[in-house]
């Protein structure tokens, strides 16, 4: 049974069939998924929910597809963490990680969008699937085209990390660095889209494809015990998940799945690529497109697509927003690493960094719940801690080597750097 009703134009209202559509005709506003929220209401409990598969799609009635997925099936449901040793670190009394670092199959929330994407493409009748990415949306494509016997074309700026290179062409994908930035592998990706007639999945099937990031959300409702917190800080690329995290947290408020929301949503970016939190600051409806140069390659998007939207959800969910160095990520992915034992990726080391910004700028009070998204795997951007760590003490294979080295000054430092 399909929930899915349509596109509608977010601007204008202008509805749509649910086809491979994201602009709207009239007014050229993006176009988002609508549901027969009625009949979601009849079926949808948390007794529902809780008898299902520890997966996303135990929330199958608020995702957009007609049928099964026909990929991913084991996507989401990844841990929510209570960190204590940060919550000391931090001074704060209750604060948790969603860890979408360990999320199946390639270690970023990007999992999550691309299984829906696929699975509507296909539901679509598509045999091509393609994206312009920042890295890890490249990883999760190429690897559920290829379990499910799709062919696909990845579109990159040439210069990402080395893994997440990598980890995409081991797929088999077809794999395009371009010579720019992302912004402009997404403008040439927008004429490929028209021309070729792929299935896109950040493009022409965004409206589809975004919807997966409320999964995130979801999860975190029901994994603290179908309650909402008071803090979410999500860190913000092309703008997307921040506000389906909204977006979800507002779909169980108004299906009666939580009984308040008095979540206030932070939005975080480097200080090398910050078009959104510049937005928020200055309280300005425009985002003036950046040119971007920060480690955090996987936010590094200078045109955010939902942009707009992410400050609007911001202002309305009272939240606020942040940036933080190069050298700030690489600290904060030192303190969680330390205090929690969880690698993230630079994405991971901004989110963290500025959390603690605004908890010391009191815009978090240190006696509520906050949620930390952690959404990608330090494993894939290592590249980033090269010479920032120190390097491991060597000794020959004797014991007397070893007595020595922790027997010196020089040997306890190094031992325990
Ligand atoms: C893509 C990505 C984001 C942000 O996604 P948007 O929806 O584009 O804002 C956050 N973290 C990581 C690790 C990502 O790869
Ligand atoms: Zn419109």
Same mark, same amino acid.
């Given at each position: 049974?399909?929930?899915?009703?349509?596109?509608?134009?977010?601007?204008?209202?202008?509805?749509?069939?649910?086809?491979?559509?994201?602009?709207?005709?009239?007014?050229?506003?993006?176009?988002?998924?609508?549901?027969?929220?009625?009949?979601?209401?009849?079926?949808?409990t948390?007794?529902?929910?809780?008898?299902?598969?520890?997966?996303?799609?135990?929330?199958?009635?608020?995702?957009?597809?007609?049928?099964?997925?026909?990929?991913?099936?084991?996507?989401?449901?990844?841990?929510?963490?209570?960190?204590?040793?940060?919550?000391?670190?931090?001074?704060?009394?209750?604060?948790?990680?969603?860890?979408?670092?360990?999320?199946?199959?390639?270690?970023?929330?990007k999992?999550?969008?691309?299984?829906?994407?696929?699975?509507?493409?296909?539901?679509?009748?598509?045999?091509?699937?393609?994206?312009?990415?920042?890295?890890?949306?490249?990883?999760?494509?190429?690897?559920?085209?290829?379990?499910?016997?799709?062919?696909?074309?990845?579109?990159?700026?040439?210069?990402?990390?080395?893994?997440?290179?990598?980890?995409?062409?081991?797929?088999?994908?077809?794999?395009?660095?371009?010579?720019?930035?992302?912004?402009?592998?997404?403008?040439?990706?927008?004429e490929?889209?028209?021309?070729?007639?792929?299935?896109?999945?950040?493009?022409?099937?965004?409206?589809?494809?975004?919807?997966?990031?409320?999964?995130?959300?979801?999860?975190?409702?029901?994994?603290?015990?179908?309650?909402?917190?008071?803090?979410?800080?999500? @860190?913000?690329?092309?703008?997307?998940?921040?506000?389906?995290?909204w977006?979800?947290?507002?779909?169980?408020?108004?299906?009666?799945?939580?009984?308040?929301? @008095?979540?206030?949503?932070?939005g975080?970016?480097?200080?090398?690529?910050?078009?959104?939190?510049?937005?928020?600051?200055?309280g300005?409806?425009?985002?003036?497109?950046?040119?971007?140069?920060?480690?955090?390659?996987?936010?590094?998007?200078?045109? @955010?697509a939902?942009?707009?939207?992410a400050?609007?959800?911001?202002?309305?969910?009272?939240?606020?927003?942040?940036?933080?160095?190069?050298?700030?990520?690489?600290?904060?992915?030192?303190?969680?690493?330390?205090?929690?034992?969880?690698?993230?990726?630079?994405?991971?080391?901004?989110?963290?960094?500025?959390?603690?910004?605004?908890?010391?700028?009191?815009?978090?009070?240190?006696?509520?719940?906050?949620?930390?998204?952690?959404t990608?795997?330090?494993?894939?951007?290592?590249?980033?801690l090269?010479?920032?760590?120190?390097?491991?003490?060597?000794?020959?294979?004797?014991?007397?080597?070893?007595?020595?080295?922790?027997?010196?000054?020089?040997?306890?430092?190094?031992?325990?750097?």
């Amino acid at each position: 049974m399909s929930y899915l009703k349509g596109l509608k134009c977010r601007e204008c209202g202008r509805e749509y069939p649910k086809e491979a559509l994201h602009v709207c005709e009239f007014c050229f506003g993006p176009l988002e998924v609508i549901y027969d929220y009625e009949g979601i209401g009849r079926v949808f409990t948390r007794e529902v929910v809780e008898k299902r598969a520890p997966n996303m799609w135990r929330y199958r009635e608020l995702l957009p597809l007609d049928g099964e997925p026909s990929v991913g099936e084991q996507v989401g449901f990844t841990p929510l963490i209570r960190a204590k040793n940060l919550e000391k670190a931090l001074g704060v009394k209750e604060l948790y990680l969603k860890n979408d670092a360990v999320n199946h199959p390639t270690l970023s929330f990007k999992d999550r969008v691309v299984s829906v994407a696929i699975s509507r493409a296909r539901e679509m009748g598509f045999e091509v699937v393609a994206c312009a990415s920042t890295g890890n949306l490249a990883n999760s494509v190429a690897a559920n085209a290829s379990a499910c016997g799709m062919e696909s074309f990845i579109f990159i700026p040439f210069d990402l990390e080395q893994t997440k290179v990598l980890g995409t062409i081991i797929y088999g994908a077809k794999v395009v660095g371009i010579k720019g930035t992302y912004d402009e592998v997404n403008r040439l990706c927008s004429e490929i889209a028209g021309k070729y007639g792929w299935a896109f999945v950040n493009i022409n099937i965004r409206p589809y494809y975004a919807e997966g990031s409320k999964a995130f959300g979801f999860e975190i409702a029901e994994q603290l015990g179908w309650r909402l917190p008071h803090h979410v800080v999500v @860190p913000m690329a092309g703008g997307s998940l921040i506000t389906k995290v909204w977006k979800a947290f507002r779909e169980f408020h108004n299906l009666g799945l939580v009984n308040s929301l @008095p979540t206030r949503i932070h939005g975080a970016q480097a200080g090398g690529c910050a078009p959104i939190v510049t937005a928020v600051k200055e309280g300005s409806e425009l985002i003036k497109p950046v040119r971007p140069s920060t480690i955090a390659k996987s936010l590094a998007i200078g045109n @955010p697509a939902d942009g707009y939207y992410a400050a609007k959800t911001i202002r309305e969910s009272n939240g606020w927003a942040e940036d933080v160095t190069d050298a700030e990520i690489i600290e904060a992915m030192k303190l969680l690493a330390e205090t929690e034992g969880i690698f993230a990726e630079t994405a991971g080391g901004v989110t963290l960094g500025v959390t603690k910004k605004l908890i010391e700028q009191g815009r978090i009070p240190r006696d509520e719940s906050i949620v930390v998204s952690i959404t990608g795997n330090g494993l894939k951007t290592q590249e980033a801690l090269y010479g920032k760590l120190p390097e491991p003490v060597i000794i020959n294979a004797r014991l007397s080597e070893f007595d020595e080295l922790v027997g010196s000054e020089k040997g306890r430092y190094a031992l325990k750097a």
